[in-house]
């Protein structure tokens, strides 16, 4: 039997884990923070085990023996890789490892001025936040990971038409600004084909076919719900927090070729257009 070791169980890795669940010869291992968040993971049908970040336990040396497969989604502090500082050694002797993901950021990249980037353009992050991810891909690229650069994600519960309907989605507006996007349950496709397609010690961009304004998207989820959009509002006013504004510090366009060609990628959802009608659907049901 495969064991996914996933360290970190935020969405994008819950969403991988029902689809190798599916797949019925698959043992799900994910961690959190707390034990009221390991449980509320077993509660989910999974395996719920807790990593602070420091700290390593029994329990998790014994996931760590027995994985076949490990997924990193946890974020780089200050002093590093919380995972490799208390687990480095313990993976890197491991007999059973066979695959190990690292989810990273598109925002690696920095500011292209809308330029087309891909895999093979040096990263340039703009941020510090970003500048720690790269750092983290570097460590981890050194242990054999595959590495994830993700797009903005989006899906059930995270999304412009959930967003209008609860009245919190605002239309900002800062001309020539695109970026991507990309479906969570693409993601979950990409990793599973890059278990079985990927290189070790490459790096792949995850996201959709078409770069858009964040506008756009507002736009296209007020349409198909009936509904008006919300008023412009420029970004110079929008008052967004340093976090919110970040999003928009960086403008590109990302090429996903890699994924196609290398992981046998087909993309469910290949714009927001697509992604919106298919969250639509299930919202209808």
């Known amino acids: 039997m495969n064991s996914l070791l996933c360290f970190g169980f935020g969405y994008c890795a819950e969403a991988l884990a029902a689809r190798l669940r599916a797949k019925a010869n698959w043992r799900i291992v994910g961690t959190s923070r707390t ?18 970040g420091a700290a390593a336990n029994a329990s998790l040396d014994q996931a760590i023996a027995r994985a076949t497969h490990v997924l990193i989604s946890i974020p780089p502090d200050a002093g590093g890789d919380p995972v490799l500082r208390a687990y480095a050694t313990q993976l890197a002797a491991s007999k059973s490892l066979a695959w190990t993901g690292y989810l ?15 895999e093979d353009t040096p990263a340039r992050p703009t941020h510090e936040r970003a500048a720690r991810r790269l750092a983290a891909e570097r460590a981890w690229l050194g242990h054999g990971a595959q590495i994830f650069r993700i797009a903005g994600i989006y899906g059930p519960g995270r999304n412009a038409l959930a967003g209008l309907k609860d009245g919190t989605a605002r239309r900002i507006v800062k001309p020539g600004q695109v970026f991507n996007r990309i479906h969570v349950e693409d993601i979950a496709q990409c990793l599973d084909l890059a278990m079985q397609n990927g290189r070790a010690g490459r790096v ?82």
């Not at 034990?35 to 602070?52: C, M, S, W």
Request: charged fraction near 25%.
């Open 104 to 118: 990273s950021t598109l925002g690696v990249y920095g500011e292209s001025g809308g330029a087309w980037v891909d």
């Open 35 to 52: 034990p009221e968040g390991a449980n509320a993971i077993t509660a989910k049908g999974f395996e719920g085990l807790v990593f602070d």
């Open 204 to 285: 792949y961009n995850l996201t959709d076919d078409e770069p858009a304004s964040p506008e756009d998207v507002i736009l296209e989820a007020a349409q198909l719900l009936g509904l008006q959009p919300p008023p412009p509002t420029p970004f110079e006013s929008a008052e967004l927090s340093p976090m919110a504004a970040s999003f928009y510090a960086d403008n590109r366009r990302v090429r996903n070729a890699r994924i196609k060609e290398e992981l046998k990628v087909a993309l469910r959802y290949p714009t927001y257009r697509e992604g919106l009608a298919g969250l639509l659907a299930e919202m209808k049901r």
